[in-house]
């Protein structure tokens, strides 16, 4: 869904790519798998006299014989031409207009092709000293349009008019061979759109291909490009890369291009030579919980993800700074969550809907060692308490010890009865009506007000 990422180069970069004409009867593409309501716009446009293709994802996707995520239009008429085609029409965009056609819920994504810039024009096309494009607003031909994509297997359109396939970029081989490849030089590419880095590894391992040599080798070197990108567009690509079902597979391969580092760099200060520090471990543990909950059609949600991922950074910085400002445990909790947050925010601009999650989910940490008296009741009744008992959970696999068997206590709790949870908390009032319990310790120097 964002065609308006696609960026063309100033620079003649790309020379001519070859077109490719796959007919009807020799691809695979069947029109029962595309949805209606993307067939219902490109018959609209086509019936009206235009050129009308199926592109990206899309095409990829049905040749593989997976089922692609949306589905993407790219044809000659302009954004205002759509407009007068469809009633259901919005233009959308700053960086490219693009057409969304809304069905309910379902959007079809129309993209003029995208050409050519001549003459740079600030009204049309901005780049950037580092060379990275900013304004994009020239339409051209299909044929330009296939050189502004990214990857070869992107660049393959299914023609409406005729069912045939147009590989401008050789797709179809690379498809063949499981190659991610870019279209034109890696380098500039890449400068143009830092995104393209990510979207390499996404597409390596959403397809199981390989990264080509060329396009491979230039990433460790240029990612630190992506610190100039908003970190609005940042958040959302992180979440396509961690929470389209191949999270963990996808956080090793971008660690290992140095992409991971630059946008989670408070993670990153964690990460050790042999992956065994807690962070890491809890890294894993989470993207793999969020895979599988992914598999099994469960919903996920960012902010428990975030909240984990943070969490054992969250506990050395809130370290620090009981021993630097003599804070008690619970107020240096609080500070340090303003830090990591605040960091954290600067490079992928988590919406603060999650970040009040992700501080509740935190808070419930501190507070479900504390189960006495009605406490325990109360806490089951909080919105979040099921995240924060699963993340409870994740912590006991790493920590062991007494944080497992608080895990162990609060699972037992929940699937109790009215009269065995009553029991559950008379034991513990019994117990910490004895001097000197050992948890008291650490966690009862400040009492908390309720939060
Ligand atoms: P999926 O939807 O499965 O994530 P996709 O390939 O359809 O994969 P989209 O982000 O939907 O990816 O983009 C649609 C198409 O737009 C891509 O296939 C590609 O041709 C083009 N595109 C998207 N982003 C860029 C970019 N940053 N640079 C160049 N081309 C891009
Ligand atoms: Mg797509």
């Known amino acids: 869904m964002n065609k308006n990422d696609c960026t063309p180069s100033e620079a003649p970069v790309i020379t001519e790519l070859a077109l490719n004409i796959i007919t009807r009867q020799e691809h695979n593409i069947s029109r029962k798998?595309?949805?209606?309501?993307?067939?219902?716009?490109?018959?609209?446009?086509h019936g009206a006299g235009f050129d009308a293709y199926l592109v990206g994802g899309g095409v990829r996707d049905l040749l593989l014989g997976q089922a692609?995520?949306?589905?993407?239009?790219?044809?000659?008429?302009?954004?205002?031409?759509?407009?007068?085609?469809?009633?259901?029409c919005r233009l959308i965009g700053r960086r490219f207009r693009l057409a969304h056609i809304m069905?309910?819920?379902?959007?079809?994504?129309?993209?003029?092709f995208r050409g050519h810039h001549q003459e740079p024009s600030k009204n049309v096309s901005q780049q950037s000293k580092?060379?990275?494009?900013?304004?994009?607003?020239?339409?051209?031909?299909?044929?330009?349009?296939?050189?502004?994509?990214?990857?070869t297997v992107n660049a393959m359109y299914y023609n409406i008019g005729d069912y045939s396939i147009h590989d401008y970029a050789g797709g179809i081989d690379d498809l063949e061979d499981k190659l991610i490849r870019l279209i034109g030089d890696p380098d500039t590419?890449?400068?143009?759109d830092p995104v393209r880095m990510l979207r390499a590894i996404r597409f390596a391992i959403k397809l199981d291909f390989d990264i080509e040599e060329d396009t491979a080798e230039p990433i460790e070197e240029l990612a630190t490009l992506l610190q100039d990108i908003p970190p609005a567009r940042l958040?959302?690509?992180?979440?396509?890369?961690?929470?389209?079902?191949?999270?963990?597979e996808t956080y090793h391969l971008m660690r290992e291009y140095n992409l991971f580092q630059q946008l989670f760099p408070t993670i990153a200060e964690f990460f050790t030579e042999d992956y065994s520090s807690p962070t890491e471990q809890m890294l894993d543990l989470v993207l793999d919980s969020t895979d599988q909950r992914i598999e099994e059609g469960k919903r996920i949600n960012p902010a428990f993800m975030f909240a984990a991922m943070l969490w054992y950074p969250l506990q050395e910085k809130a370290k620090l700074l009981m021993e630097t400002r003599k804070l008690s445990f619970y107020d240096a909790i609080m500070e340090a969550s303003n830090y990591i947050l605040d960091d954290q925010v600067r490079t992928i601009a988590i919406p603060r809907r999650h970040t009040a999650t992700i501080r509740e989910i935190w808070q419930l940490q501190l507070r479900m060692p504390r189960r006495n008296g009605k406490r325990a009741f109360r806490l089951m009744e909080?919105?979040?308490?099921r995240a924060g008992f699963d993340f409870l959970e994740m912590r006991g696999e790493i920590e062991q010890g007494d944080t497992q068997q608080l895990a162990k206590w609060w699972e037992v709790f929940q699937n109790a009865g009215r009269n065995m949870r009553q029991a559950m908390v008379a034991d513990?009032?019994?117990?910490e009506g004895q001097p000197k319990t050992r948890r008291r310790k650490t966690l009862r120097k400040k009492k908390p007000k309720a939060s």
């Open 235 to 248: 958040y959302e690509e992180s979440l396509k890369m961690l929470q389209s079902g191949y999270g963990l």
């Open 68 to 88: 692609p995520k949306d589905f993407d239009i790219a044809t000659n008429a302009t954004p205002e031409q759509i407009r007068q085609l469809f009633k259901n």
């Open 428 to 431: 513990l009032d019994a117990s």
């Open 189 to 192: 590419r890449y400068r143009e």
């Open 382 to 385: 909080l919105n979040k308490f």
């Open 130 to 151: 580092e060379g990275m494009l900013l304004r994009d607003n020239v339409y051209g031909t299909i044929d330009e349009d296939a050189e502004r994509r990214d990857f």
């Open 103 to 112: 069905f309910g819920r379902d959007i079809i994504e129309v993209a003029t």
């Open 33 to 45: 798998k595309i949805s209606d309501n993307a067939l219902k716009v490109l018959y609209r446009l």
